[in-house]
């Protein structure tokens, strides 16, 4: 059953989707690992700054308190710096669903600050009353408080440990579907690239085509005229119409977008003359083929392209202006010189081709156009060929 490219690169869509999300979701771990760590340096240097409030030195008694006022604060202001934190630490509030206990185990850490923080004060006072019992409460609750922190340490190993099987988890499940998908399309997109390669080189034989926009492209290139096509108006090798079908064609077409702006362009392979040919007619065949096809990749419903020689092409294009048509023409032209087929005798072989490009008047048949066309052509093939020539580059 053939694959469409279609159905497999809205899947590599929205697998990539897939793999960006991961990616987020690796950032987002490496955030939140990094507030852990900011976390438990928070709660370290708490221990600190309480251990040096039980060390103050009382031979001078204001600037004990002047410490004291402050590193007090700065106890505070740690603990709300843990409350920031945990906001943005989404797995532990919304995975480990830890939030009530967290909180509550910051509510009593600020409780016993607060409760340490009125007995590091009494015990600093000028009052030498019951200072020993001032000295003991304030160990007490040193104790209590370090204690607290301890415990919220402790409890940030243990949600640390979670967060790290769930992670490995994820990134043991990534890995595989990375792995799985990666494996998978590039197959898919190798055998996508053998079915282009095979619709540049037409003369590779043996091969099935691997997805169903190939198949239709190749059924395309290689298509017979049907019973309602009149064969003798199709040139036998390329399908297109022959000079009769032009003709005609055209006569059916030329009023479909009377608005528009008649391009006609005389296109000749280079170096590819009859009298001259250096290849197989097989191969030769395959170019002329491909080439045409190449031209009706860009034909629009009121455009009609034919094979007029044996290595020339005429193209009659319906614009809506001169310099829309000139743009196509070109664009054909470098889309031909990107065609490369490998021939067994010379090896990869470069297509180009010259143009003579010019905008038929109301007043001029198409016969007469069709022949000031090849005029100008002729000046692009004198002039080196590989470029597409207007009329006003011979009145020059």
């Keep these: 059953m053939k694959q469409s490219i279609k ?73 709300d710096k843990l409350r920031i934190i945990y906001e943005l630490n989404f797995t532990e509030q919304y995975l480990l669903s830890n939030k009530k206990e967290y909180l509550n185990d910051l509510d009593k850490l600020t409780t016993l600050t607060n409760e340490f923080n009125l007995n590091a004060r009494k015990y600093y006072i000028k009052d030498k009353k019951n200072e020993k019992l001032k000295n003991e409460k304030l160990q007490e609750s040193f104790k209590q408080l370090y204690k607290q922190i301890d415990k919220i340490i402790f409890r940030s190993i243990d949600y640390d440990k979670e967060k790290f099987n769930i992670y490995k988890n994820i990134i043991y499940i990534s890995f595989i579907v990375i792995l799985i998908f990666t494996l998978i399309y590039r197959r898919k997109l190798n055998n996508i690239y053998q079915d282009l390669y095979y619709l540049y080189n037409l003369d590779k034989k043996d091969y099935t085509i691997y997805s169903e926009e190939a198949d239709a492209i190749s059924l395309r290139m290689n298509r017979k005229a049907v019973l309602s096509e009149n064969p003798s108006m199709l040139d036998p090798v390329t399908g297109i119409n022959n000079h009769k079908g032009m003709i005609n064609s055209y006569a059916q077409k030329k009023g479909m977008k009377e608005s528009n702006f008649t391009a006609i362009t005389i296109l000749e392979i280079d170096n590819f003359s009859k009298s001259n040919r250096a290849y197989s007619q097989e191969f030769t065949q395959n170019i002329l083929k491909k080439v045409a096809f190449t031209i009706s990749l860009h034909e629009q419903s009121a455009d009609v392209i034919a094979r007029v020689d044996y290595n020339q092409f005429a193209l009659i294009l319906s614009r809506a202006s001169k310099e829309i048509a000139l743009k196509d023409i070109e664009m054909i032209q470098q889309s031909i010189s990107e065609i490369k087929f490998k021939s067994q005798s010379t090896g990869v072989v470069k297509v180009t081709v010259s143009g003579g490009y010019v905008i038929k008047p109301n007043n001029k048949t198409l016969e007469e156009s069709l022949r000031e066309a090849k005029k100008v052509l002729g000046h692009a093939k004198a002039n080196g060929g590989n470029k597409i020539s207007q009329l006003r580059d011979i009145q020059e």
């Design 7 to 79: 159905k497999i690169f809205n899947t590599l869509s929205m697998f990539l989707i897939l793999a960006t999300t991961f990616s987020a979701f690796g950032v987002l771990s490496t955030i939140e690992h990094s507030s852990d760590y900011e976390k438990i340096d928070n709660l370290n240097n708490q221990k600190s700054i309480i251990s040096t409030l039980t060390k103050l030195d009382k031979s001078d008694l204001e600037l004990a308190l002047i410490q004291f006022n402050g590193k007090s604060t700065q106890l505070l202001n740690e603990i």
